[in-house]
């Protein structure tokens, strides 16, 4: 059964840097292309971040500079380093993953498969 389990998410200080993680179960992680999603309160989701099966990443102009998508292949995790942190970034945070090739990596269309989400706050 495929499983996106994310942690990592809680209260940090402006300014402050926060890592989340995503652990990958029943899919193989070396053929897929995973992503970040956020969404606050009345807002809609958005793509954050992805990387491909190939470690090629994409950012949305929002995060670009402050953010580093990244994978570790042996642990099976995906990870998204946030640093100088607003309060703007404040939302639930999704990883999700499907088979490479996506024709638009920060599309959440393109992700077949979701976690159930980890809340940042920033204050």
Not at 33 to 38: D, L, N, P, S
Not at 105 to 120: C, S
Request: charged share 20%; with cysteine; hydrophobic share 30%.
């Amino acid at each position: 059964d495929v499983q996106l389990v994310e942690s990592g998410g809680g209260s940090v200080q402006a300014g402050g840097s926060l890592t989340l993680s995503c652990v990958y179960s029943g899919y193989n992680y070396n053929e897929s292309c995973m992503g970040w999603f956020r969404q606050a309160p009345g807002k809609e989701r958005e793509g954050v971040a992805a990387i491909d099966s190939d470690g090629s990443s994409s950012y949305a102009d929002s995060v670009k500079g402050r953010f580093t998508i990244s994978k570790d292949t042996v642990k099976n995790t995906l990870y998204l380093q946030m640093n100088s942190l607003k309060d703007e970034d404040t939302a639930m945070y999704y990883c999700a993953a499907n088979y490479c090739p996506l024709v638009g990596p920060l599309m959440d269309y393109e992700y077949h498969n979701w976690g159930q989400g980890t809340q940042v706050t920033v204050s």
